[in-house]
């Protein structure tokens, strides 16, 4: 049974950084590509970045050259560090493969203050 469990939220001031933990067990962590997402209240959820099994990442264009996604396959482990953090960020952030094969989480909540 695949699980997904997303750590590091909480509240910060605008400029201010968090680090995302996704901790991923019953899958085959190293071949997937792995993505977070986030969803803000009354919004649809959306993809935030995207990591390859190799390494290779892309971006959704609000948080380019704010955040970066990375990867430990040793530990199966996914992180998102967010640095220049703005209100706009506030969300759930979820983690999941890129193509969301798999049951949400609880996510971790992110909550940027002015």
């Known amino acids: 049974q695949v699980r997904l469990v997303e750590s590091g939220g909480g509240s910060v001031q605008a400029g201010g950084s968090l680090r995302l933990s996704c901790l991923a067990s019953?899958?085959?962590?190293?071949?997937?590509?792995m993505a977070w997402y986030r969803q803000a209240p009354g919004k649809w959820r959306e993809l935030v970045a995207g990591i390859s099994g190799g390494g290779s990442t892309k971006y959704d264009d609000s948080v380019k050259g704010r955040f970066t996604i990375s990867r430990d396959n040793a530990m199966n482990t996914m992180y998102l560090q967010m640095n220049s953090l703005k209100p706009e960020d506030t969300a759930v952030y979820y983690c999941?493969?890129?193509?969301?094969?798999?049951?949400w989480g609880q996510g971790t909540q992110v909550t940027v203050s002015s």
């Open positions: 019953g899958l085959f962590f190293g071949i997937n590509s």
């Open positions: 999941n493969t890129w193509s969301e094969a798999y049951p």
